[in-house]
């Protein structure tokens, strides 16, 4: 068991709504907005913002989780759009 | 007054039930985003470097296994497969 893995709830949760680049397994890095992480695998769930106005959603796989670093805070307008991300259905789109 | 307990800070909870309310919040919204992602094609990277694609249908309690449909793997098309968690890095899809 890593140490993502390891983490309690309430510091998993201490990432979300921040923008974080995680590595994993075979030197793998992702980049993106972190939404949640499930408590019961680790799996972590990134969304990332596109330019046409769709979203691209990254799961990581907790066992594969090498580091995770913080690269932007976020603000009160971006909690916003991952508050209600999944919450009402179908997703309808962003205005990027 | 009743309005005093209603503005009472969180930190004022035990330590237990707010890791509790944490780990609820964290796990609704991780079966949100699967639900999000059935019926989708999502591609996954698995360990050595192999990306494989195919249709998400459904996973286990503990996330131990991925069902999907239409794999797509180089050797053919697989109509009906379970992946293991453990042999996935990551998964992707668009929405």
Redo the contacts between chains.
Sequence with gaps: MNEWMKK???E??DY?YKEVTVV???N?E?KGWF???????A?I?LVNF?EDG????????G??VQTIDVVNEGDHRMREKLTHL??SGD?KGHSP | GSSELQESPMSEDSPET??QR??A???E??L??L???VGRPVSF?L???VLVAAHFGATD????NFYVSKLQTPIGVQAEALLR??D????????
């Design positions: 309690s709830p309430l998993w949760e979300v994993a397994s075979e793998k992702y939404l949640t992480a499930d408590p019961v695998s799996n769930v596109l769709s979203l691209s959603v990254t799961g990581i796989m066992h594969s999944f919450m997703y | 707010q890791e944490a780990r919040t964290l796990r919204r991780y949100r985003s639900l999000a992602m990277t360990h050595q470097g309690l503990d996330v131990a968690c453990s996935i890095i990551s998964y992707t899809f668009r929405l």
